[in-house]
């Protein structure tokens, strides 16, 4: 695992085992600044999967189709390090 995944898994556990010991999810949620239907997601997906289900994943596919042609973005990368005159 990668840094940045240990570090979602460490947070999302410190939440999940934060709102166990003081036994209130509501308190639990404000004091990390998360909605309680985000914490619910992540006690499903720990039960389900254990540590792996807490890591962060994409929340869709990348559409292809929607990106900017190469041949653009190479002339956007240029004019932006260049500079260029109207």
């Known amino acids: 695992m990668t840094v ?3 570090r979602d898994i460490k ?3 410190n ?3 934060y709102a166990k010991k003081i036994g209130n999810v509501n308190k639990a949620c404000r004091y ?3 909605s309680k239907s985000i914490y619910y997601v992540w006690i499903e997906r720990y039960k ?3 540590d792996v289900g807490l890591i962060n994943n994409k929340p ?3 559409n292809l189709k929607l990106r900017t042609p190469k041949h653009i ?3 956007v990368i240029y004019l ?3 500079g260029f005159s109207s």
């Open 48 to 50: 389900q999967y254990g």
């Open 32 to 34: 990390y600044g998360i």
């Open 11 to 13: 947070r999302k556990l």
């Open 15 to 17: 939440v999940i085992n």
């Open 73 to 75: 973005e190479e002339k």
């Open 4 to 6: 940045k995944e240990n």
């Open 80 to 82: 932006r390090k260049n």
């Open 60 to 62: 869709c596919p990348e």
